[in-house]
């Protein structure tokens, strides 16, 4: 199984950056997908989710209208299209991967470091 991140890296306040995570080993469609954040000193946060099939994505407040999570299960791929990019959305993104059948399947991904600062 893995999860393997790009697309992140150093922006301007007010930029925008594509996040990509790739999966293989596991049957991408079934699993929610989510991205995560970890800021220095700060606990992990969820960003966002996708369900596996319909339904509609899940947003942190401090994300709504400016974050958009997408998949592509074709491409075994999760997006995070980040815009208007603050300094406190700087941190380690990683990439989640869940699914329940009984009993639990989490998976992570390495994560990308995000740096907003000019």
């Known amino acids: 199984v893995q999860l393997v991140e790009s697309g992140g890296g150093l922006v301007q306040p007010g930029g925008s950056l594509r996040l990509s995570c790739a999966a293989s080993g596991f049957t991408f469609s079934r699993y929610v997908m989510s991205w995560y954040r970890q800021a220095p000193g700060k606990e992990r946060e969820l960003v966002a989710a996708i369900p596996s099939a319909g339904g509609s994505p899940k947003y942190v407040d401090s994300v709504k209208g400016r974050f958009t999570i997408s998949r592509d299960n074709a491409k075994n791929t999760v997006y995070l299209q980040m815009n208007s990019l603050k300094p406190e959305d700087t941190a380690v993104y990683s990439c989640?991967?869940?699914?329940?059948?009984?009993?639990?399947?989490?998976?992570w991904g390495q994560g990308t470091q995000v740096t907003v600062s000019s």
């Open positions: 989640n991967a869940l699914y329940r059948d009984g009993s639990w399947s989490v998976y």
